[in-house]
């Protein structure tokens, strides 16, 4: 399955952006369907967005129009571009398959909106 290593993540003031990335360091990347999921404290772990292999995308309501998800198959690496953030954008953000395999959460990385 290979070890997913997120980054990217930070501390930005509300309506600004971060850009997420997700590096799948072993498994053939470039047929595997990719999500983004989030967990935010004291609530469950939710699908951000998704990608196909071939670059078909979805999103979750609550991010349609400021988040995009890309991916370059050369680099085995999956984006998550997140602009007008919001403070309940604030989260952990990880990478997994979608969909998700139990076995395959890395650490995550923290993304927090405030002023």
């Known amino acids: 399955q290979g070890q997913l290593l997120e980054s990217g993540g930070g501390l930005v003031q509300p309506g600004g952006s971060l850009r997420l990335s997700c590096r799948n360091s072993?498994?053939?990347?470039?047929?595997?369907?990719m999500g983004w999921y989030r967990q935010a404290p004291g609530k469950q772990r939710e699908l951000v967005a998704r990608i196909t292999g071939g670059g078909s995308t979805n999103y979750a309501d609550f991010v349609k129009g400021r988040f995009t998800i890309s991916r370059d198959n050369s680099k085995n690496t999956v984006y998550l571009q997140m602009d007008s953030l919001k403070p309940e954008d604030t989260a952990v953000y990880y990478c997994n398959f979608y969909p998700a395999l139990s076995g395959s959460w890395g650490q995550g990385t923290q993304v927090t909106v405030s002023s």
């Open positions: 072993i498994m053939i990347f470039s047929v595997t369907q």
